[in-house]
């Protein structure tokens, strides 16, 4: 069984950043693809962004395209995403997520695609 455990959401002006992990336990976590989704008030849950096992692959939703990066330290059994140029519409709760029997290259941003979910940290954005 993995667990992941996210932190550092906040409150933070527009235009401000910040920058958010999940840290892995229980198994191996390069045997595991990542993603990051978030949910606004009101709305579904959408992926924002996903890293591949061993990072070779990322992607990024639309919205948040060269505003945020998403990378891993699998040593650590850490993932980041860090997120800049933040405005009212990026607030919500930030859900790190993990994907099992993946390929190296392999990344997802289905959230019925994932087989774990951390608990999720609440990100506002407000002035």
């Known amino acids: 069984q993995l667990q992941l455990v996210e932190s550092g959401g906040a409150l933070v002006q527009p235009g401000g950043s910040l920058k958010l992990s999940c840290a892995a336990s229980?198994?191996?976590?390069?045997?595991?693809?990542i993603a990051w989704f978030r949910q606004a008030p009101g709305k579904e849950r959408e992926g924002i962004s996903c890293?591949?096992?061993?990072?070779?692959?990322?992607n990024y939703a639309d919205s948040v395209k060269g505003r945020f990066t998403i990378y891993r330290d699998n040593a650590k059994k850490l993932a980041f995403l860090e997120m800049h140029s933040l405005t009212p519409e990026d607030t919500g709760i930030y859900y790190c997520a993990a994907r099992d029997r993946v390929t190296f290259g392999e990344c997802f941003s289905d959230a019925h695609e994932a087989d774990y979910w951390g608990q999720g940290t609440q990100v506002t954005v407000s002035s």
């Open positions: 890293i591949s096992r061993r990072g070779v692959t990322v």
């Open positions: 229980g198994f191996t976590v390069d045997f595991y693809a």
